[in-house]
C-alpha cells in the first residue's frame, strides 16, 4: 500500500473516531439538597411554584417510584456515584448500631481510592466533567473530585454550615478546581436572614461550562450538586419573599429557575437532542425543620429515617426526541442506576470485578418498560427495610431516640403511628411488618401477620432478604472517625491568597453519631 493510501485511510479512522466522540450523549445531573418528593408542583404541592421542572415533566419522564440508596447527604452521594450501596462502599459508621452519619469537616475518612466512580470511566473514555456545588465525600485533598474523575470543580466539600470564628472552627472553603477561592461567610456571604447569591454563581457556572464544551464538541457530564435547600436555607435578593412557602419556597423557586435556564441553554446550543439530564434530590425533606423546611408529599417521615419520606425522591428524565414526552414510570428507581444507564449510554462497560447495585433504566427511558427488583434501604450498618413490587417490609423501626425527641428533634411531625415510628429501635426481623405503599403510600396501616395477603408476600421478599445477604460483602467504615485537626484549616490555595489557618494537635477519636 502507497504512503499516500495509508495517511488517507489513517485520516479516515481519525475522522470515524472523531464523530464516534462526538456522537455520544452528554448527560446532566440536577441533584438537589433535602428537597422532598411533595416539593414540585408536578407532585402535587398546591402552590405550583415550579413551572419550569413541571415542564420539563411535561416534555420527559416522571419517575414516581425513585429512591435515594440512603436518609441521608455524603452516603447517597457516594452512591450516585460509585453505583453501590453504602455498606458496600464505606460511606457509613458501625460505631453504634443503625445510625447516619456522613461527613462533617472534622471526618478522617472520605471515598476510597478503591471505588471506581463512573465519572472517572467517562474521563478515561473522552469526556470531560464538571461538578458544581457540594461534593460532600470528604475534604481532605486525597478525597476530592477532581481525583476521583472530575475535570473542574466549583463548590465546596462540606455543607455550608456556619459561621466560625475560624478559631475553633473553620469556615468551610469554596474551590475553583484544586484551589480554595474563598469561604462561605467571608468571601461567599450568607446572611442571617437567609440571603445569598450562591445559587445565582452556580447557574452561571453551568451554563459557562456547557456553552464552553458544546463549541469544543467533546461529550460532557455535568453533576449540578446545589445546596440552597438544605439548612440554613438560602435565596438571591431576586427571589426572598416571592413563595408563599417562606424562605424555603424561594429558594426552591430559584432553583427551578436555574433547572430551566440549563434546559433552555441545551435548546439553544442543539444539543438537546444528545442530553440526558435527570433531576432528583439526595434524600427526603428534612421535616424536623418543620415549616422551614420541604414536603414529603403523602409520606411517612422524612431526612435521617427509612420511612417513605426519607427516601423516596422527585425525579424526572429529560432527553427530547429519545424519552417521549408525559410519560409517567412505576419503574422502582435508585439515584444508584444512574451509573449503570450512564455508562450503557455512552458505551463504556460496567466494572465486573464488584456488585454494582444499580440497573440499566434505558430500557424504562427509552420503551417505558419495568424490570423486576427489590430496594434495600440501609440506615447505617443496617438493613431497616426492602420492598419488592408494591409492598415494603420494615425489619427495624426507628426514627430517632426519645430523649433527642423530647430535646424537640422531631423527625416524624405531626405522624406518630403507634408500633410504627418508634424512639426505640424496635427489631421485627422475625416477624417484619409489611405495608402495601399503592392503597397505603403512608406506611399507616399494617398488614396483619395473620392475613392471606401478609402469607402470600412475606416468604419472596425473605428470599431476596437471604439472596442479598449471601453475597454482601461489607466495605471498610469510612465515617468512624474524626479528627479536629482534619478541619477546613489549611485548604490547598490558601497560601495564595494568605488565608491559611492554623490547625490544632491531632485528637483522632470514635465519632458520635446521635441518630
Not at 160 to 182: E, Q, S
Not at 245 to 252: E, L
Not at 421 to 434: A, E, G, I, K
Amino acid at each position: 500500500m502507497s504512503s499516500c493510501s495509508v495517511c488517507l485511510v489513517g485520516l479516515l479512522l481519525i475522522c470515524l473516531s472523531t464523530e464516534h466522540i462526538n456522537a455520544r450523549p452528554n448527560f446532566v445531573i440536577m441533584l438537589m439538597d433535602d428537597m422532598g418528593w411533595g416539593d414540585l408542583g408536578v407532585y402535587g404541592n398546591p402552590e405550583k411554584e415550579t413551572p419550569n421542572l413541571d415542564a420539563m415533566a411535561a416534555e420527559g419522564m416522571l419517575l414516581p417510584n425513585f429512591y435515594s440508596a440512603n436518609p441521608l447527604c455524603s452516603p447517597s452521594r457516594a452512591s450516585l456515584l460509585s453505583g453501590r450501596l453504602p455498606i458496600r462502599n464505606g460511606f457509613y459508621s458501625n460505631n453504634a448500631h443503625a445510625r447516619n452519619a456522613y461527613t462533617p469537616q472534622d471526618i478522617a475518612g472520605g471515598i476510597p481510592d478503591a471505588e471506581i466512580l463512573f465519572p472517572e470511566l467517562l474521563q478515561s473514555n473522552g469526556y470531560r466533567s464538571k461538578i458544581i456545588g457540594k461534593w460532600h465525600l470528604g475534604q481532605q485533598p486525597q478525597y476530592h473530585p477532581l481525583k476521583h474523575g472530575f475535570d473542574e470543580w466549583f463548590g465546596a466539600p462540606n455543607c455550608h454550615f456556619g459561621p466560625y470564628d475560624d478559631k475553633k472552627t473553620p469556615n468551610i472553603p469554596v474551590y475553583r478546581d484544586a484551589d480554595m477561592v474563598g469561604r462561605y461567610y467571608e468571601d461567599f456571604m450568607i446572611t442571617s436572614d437567609g440571603e445569598s447569591n450562591l445559587t445565582q454563581i452556580y447557574i452561571q457556572e453551568a451554563l459557562t461550562f456547557i456553552q464552553k464544551e458544546a463549541a469544543s464538541k467533546q461529550p460532557f457530564l455535568l453533576y449540578w450538586a446545589v445546596d440552597a435547600t438544605h439548612g440554613p436555607v438560602y435565596a438571591s435578593p431576586a427571589f426572598m419573599g416571592t413563595s408563599n412557602r417562606g424562605r424555603y419556597g424561594d429558594a426552591v423557586r430559584e432553583l427551578d429557575f436555574g433547572a430551566g435556564a440549563i434546559l433552555k441553554q441545551l435548546k439553544t446550543l442543539g444539543i438537546d437532542n444528545n442530553t440526558l439530564v435527570i433531576f432528583s434530590s439526595d434524600n427526603g425533606a428534612a421535616t424536623y425543620a418543620k415549616t422551614g423546611g420541604g414536603s414529603n408529599g403523602p409520606f411517612l417521615c422524612g431526612k435521617e429515617t427509612t420511612f417513605e419520606g426519607g427516601m423516596r425522591e422527585p425525579t424526572i428524565a429529560w432527553w427530547p426526541g429519545k424519552i417521549g414526552a408525559g410519560q409517567v414510570s412505576h419503574q422502582l428507581g435508585s439515584l444508584m442506576d444512574l451509573f449503570t444507564t450512564i455508562l450503557e449510554l455512552a458505551g463504556i462497560q460496567s466494572p465486573t470485578d464488584r456488585i454494582i447495585d444499580g440497573i440499566s433504566l434505558t430500557n424504562t427511558l427509552f420503551n417505558n418498560q419495568e424490570t423486576d427488583r427489590e430496594i434495600f434501604y440501609y440506615r447505617g450498618d443496617e438493613l431497616m427495610a426492602v420492598r419488592q413490587g408494591l409492598y415494603k417490609a420494615h425489619l427495624w423501626t426507628w426514627t430517632n431516640s426519645i430523649e433527642e425527641f423530647n430535646k424537640g428533634t422531631d423527625f416524624c411531625p405531626g405522624q406518630e403511628i403507634a408500633n410504627v415510628t418508634t424512639h426505640d429501635q424496635v427489631n421485627n426481623t422475625m416477624q417484619p411488618l409489611l405495608f402495601h405503599l399503592g392503597t397505603d403510600p403512608g406506611e399507616k396501616y399494617l398488614i396483619h401477620p395473620m392475613s392471606h395477603e401478609y402469607r402470600k408476600t412475606i416468604p419472596g421478599i425473605q428470599a431476596a432478604i437471604m439472596k442479598h445477604k449471601q453475597t454482601l460483602v461489607r466495605g471498610t467504615p469510612q465515617l468512624n472517625y474524626c479528627d479536629s485537626s482534619l478541619m477546613n484549616w489549611a485548604p490547598t490555595g490558601c497560601e495564595k491568597l494568605g488565608r491559611c489557618l492554623k490547625a490544632p494537635p491531632s485528637n483522632r477519636e470514635l465519632c458520635v453519631w446521635e441518630h
